[in-house]
Nanobody, 122 residues
């Protein structure tokens, strides 16, 4: 059983910064992708940033240059440093873990955290 525990959300003024953390526990494969998604009220969940265990990253255009994803593989933890936050970044942020088996994504090994709220006031 895999569990993801997020922390670090909160209320911040526009232009401020927050750092989210997500710690995974349980049976974690060496090859995986950890990342962050967000969902604002009335909108679909969208990708924010992902990072492969080998180090490659992917960002949504809307956060490039402002957000930085990083991870500590020894701790199975992924971080999201969010700078220059904007009111449109307000959402519930979810951590996601996708595990690879034999070099392929295993659809049975996809896990989500419970979500952490980020609110940016103007």
């Amino acid at each position: 059983q895999v569990q993801l525990v997020e922390s670090g959300g909160g209320l911040v003024q526009a232009g401020g910064s927050l750092r989210l953390s997500c710690a995974a526990s349980g049976s974690i494969f060496s090859l995986n992708v950890m990342g962050w998604y967000r969902q604002a009220p009335g909108k679909q969940r969208e990708l924010v940033a992902t990072m492969f265990s080998a180090g490659s990253t992917n960002y949504a255009d809307s956060v490039k240059g402002r957000f930085t994803i990083s991870r500590d593989n020894a701790k199975n933890t992924v971080y999201l440093q969010m700078n220059n936050l904007k009111p449109e970044d307000t959402a519930t942020y979810y951590c996601k873990l996708q595990q690879l088996r034999g070099g392929e994504f295993d659809p049975r090994a996809v896990y989500w955290g419970q979500g952490t709220q980020v609110t940016v006031s103007s």
